[in-house]
């Protein structure tokens, strides 16, 4: 590999985006996997919610056929009492009762069905919840094997990436070395370099570069953006247009 100034600064700033994208990746995993996680909880809680409601409804419905139950008891028991009724007065009194039970059973069956239906048709919330807490607990499982498998990967190549770096920082002559040091520290690798692009404009914030400045840079000196401060470096099929 040649030790020209440009080609290793090329080979520099490439690692170094490497390296960004490498570092990045690690670090969305965990973040990713919380999100998921935040789902899974979310998705629990609604569940949970659900069942509880579904409870709710059915223990109303049971309530409510007690109630229809017992008023059968009671029109049973008033007939029997009717059967043996000593007086008039006593036997149209039950009559009565049992004429006004039987009207209230007619209310209480119609509400105890309607209570039953409801319990029913809500419980179709239940697959669905159930179906959507399952989606996102596999997904968290999906993305949590993926990373788990490709952690040791981008780790192993980070490190191999920071060898390969640290082989080329060695090459910087000591100018240059001391601007990029300063700029690794202030707006770290990713931003350190940039290269020339379409003859005159840097690759980093696109601001036009002074022939000046290009000049220098082909004279082989350590020379910054004035825009974005990063170190400029040509690219290998540089063309010098001094118009
Ligand atoms: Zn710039």
Redesign the pocket.
Known sequence: MSDDIRDTLERIHLIQTRLYDLNGRLRRGPLVLKAQDGNIQKQSANLAQINETYQKLKSEAKQKELEVAANDQAIARRKTQLQESKSNKEYQALQMQIKADEAARSVLDDEALESIEKAEQYAVNIPVAEAELKKVQELYERTKKKFLEEKPKIEAEITQFQQLLQTEEAKLPRDFKEIYNRLIRSVGGNDAL?VVENQKY?G????QIPINSLAQILQKKPIT?S????LLYIPNDFVFDKG
């Not at 980093?204 to 601001?207: I, L, Q, S, V």
């Not at 825009?227 to 990063?230: E, G, L, N, V």
């Open positions: 940039a840097c980093g914030c696109n601001h953006c825009s974005c401060a990063r």
